[in-house]
């Protein structure tokens, strides 16, 4: 069974970073799609940053340039890592994966590509 465990979330104030890990278990991690997706209270999710199973990323457009996602296969870890924070990127954020797939760059992250989830963890931005 997949097992995916966000942790790295605070709250940090405008301009900081913040590193986002999710730690997967029970799946083929090197190979697998993954995704990371936020949802503020009163809004909908939002798919911010995914990587295929060749490795191509793609990004929200409210994030690009600031969020980098990335895989350590070694370690069976997903990253976020989060620049130039801003009180808008408030949310919870949550980690996804997905069987072995190839996107196209530049293409929406949606929530149905995606099979698992991880629980979240929380991201407060104060200005």
């Known amino acids: 069974q997949v097992q995916l465990v966000e942790s790295g979330g605070g709250s940090v104030q405008a301009g900081g970073s913040l590193r986002l890990a999710c730690a997967a278990s029970?799946?083929?991690?090197?190979?697998?799609?993954m995704g990371w997706f936020r949802q503020a209270p009163g809004k909908e999710s939002e798919g911010v940053a995914g990587?295929?199973?060749?490795?191509?990323?793609r990004y929200a457009d409210s994030v690009k340039g600031r969020f980098t996602i990335s895989k350590d296969n070694a370690k069976n870890t997903l990253t976020l890592q989060i620049n130039s924070l801003k009180p808008e990127d408030t949310a919870m954020y949550y980690c996804?994966?997905?069987?072995?797939?190839?996107?196209?760059?530049?293409?929406?992250?949606?929530?149905?590509?995606?099979?698992?989830w991880g629980q979240g963890t929380q991201v407060t931005v104060s200005s």
């Open positions: 029970g799946n083929t991690f090197s190979r697998d799609c």
């Open positions: 990587i295929d199973s060749s490795g191509r990323t």
């Open positions: 996804a994966a997905a069987p072995p797939c190839l996107r196209v760059p530049g293409s929406p992250i949606r929530q149905h590509e995606f099979d698992y």
